[in-house]
């Protein structure tokens, strides 16, 4: 299905409000909406609201034989859907390239950012480690799909439990969740996304933009802090800034 | 602007003992229901049943490709997403189930050459899947206002080895049971829609095993019907 078009008046009226430094829904220029995070009775599952935009996370974990360059790492693995309910036009076919910025903004800022401890995912050094798939479907798209995102998939990989597992001399021993209590994994940090709209070469930034402000904005820029003020991720796309 | 309708009708029906252990062939776990959650489809439902869980969102009627459009009807599309992993055969065969169900009951000739999707997400598994996909399924078109000729439910049953019929199974009873059956019953005189049986059972288990599904569905749409009530009696 095709996007409904934004009408010229509808854009005209977004960009005049946000010269006067105003917002439809009543927010000041760098307030973010309501979130509301409520997990599922699985460990691992979370569903985040941010506003009206709703993200559904899963964590699950695998025992894979390891990367060949990377033998005694365990393996992250990220896969961001935009279901088609999140909004008419996320058809299979259609959004490839939102789904491609999106799924590699996710690498970046979790994976590069080295926030879960991959040493402490490796069972046997060099055959077995474990694999941390994370799973983040959109359901319903208003805007800044990237922050209710990454908040989905922080909040998952804190609230896993892998099994647990106790190596032997050769033996390894891989314990159901009735024998031992499931072991939560290792996490360094926790990075959250930021989104800035701008408009003009940056003279009007907006933090958090709905699904009408990200219609008419310049550009996007995204930075992932974490709470002791380190960077993990910039990125900054659409026009320039100034 | 347009007003917030955001009235979600949060009910729990309780039928007999809705907690374990159950006693045989006679309740189902307790369910719930919220409509109208999400902003952006035109109807969304979620359905829980004991801890299986199945979000909902409708769009439709709306345009629709040429390649896929019938002349005097409605091209109905399900499409129905694991949490895990990327959708394989078993959603496929499961779509194809709850879409020939839908087919059957919606009032696709009222809107020819129009598609309406339904997508389904499943947000926590418990056992008895595609019977609470079908009723998100419903009280999701519903939600949209899709024209319907009855309403519709799904009731799992699973047999056990010794031949105890327990209703609404868990994860663990499916694993244990000797046969799990699945029915699609219509609201207006309890027909069969759809059925999807996996197992070992014989003739007259199956028409036990029905017996007690249309029993079981009455509890069903009394369900659907407060919760209507509700939401609607409200403003």
Redesign the interface.
Known sequence: ??ETPLSNCERRFLLRAIEEKKRLDGRQTYDYRNIRISF???YG?C?VELG?T?V?G?V?CELVSPKLNRATEGILFFNL?L??????AFEPGRQSDLLVKLNRLMERCLRNSKCIDTESLCVVAGEKVWQI?V?L?L????GNIIDAASIAAIVALCHFRRPDVSVQGDEVTLYTPEERDPVPLSIHHMPICVSFAFFQQGTYLLVDPNEREERVMDGLLVIAMNKHREICTIQSSGSEMQ | MEEETHTDAKIRAENGTGSSPRGPGCSLRHFACEQNL????DG?ASFLQG?T?V?A?V?GP??VKVSKEIFNKATLEV?L?P???LPGVAEKSRERLIRNTCEAVVLGTLHPRT?I?V?L?V??D?GSLLACCLNAACMALVDAGVPMRALFCGVACALDSDGTLVLDPTSKQEKEARAVLTFALDSVERKLLMSSTKGLYSDTELQQCLAAAQAASQHVFRFYRESLQRRYSKS
């Open positions: 299905m095709k599922g009775t699985d599952c569903i009206k709703r559904l899963q699950s859907e279901s088609q309910m999140a909004a008419p798939r799973d479907h359901l319903n798209h208003d | 999400l902003s952006r489809p969304s801890d869980s979000l969102g769009y709306a345009e499409i997403r949490k895990i992993g598609s999707t997508v997400q947000v926590s418990a």
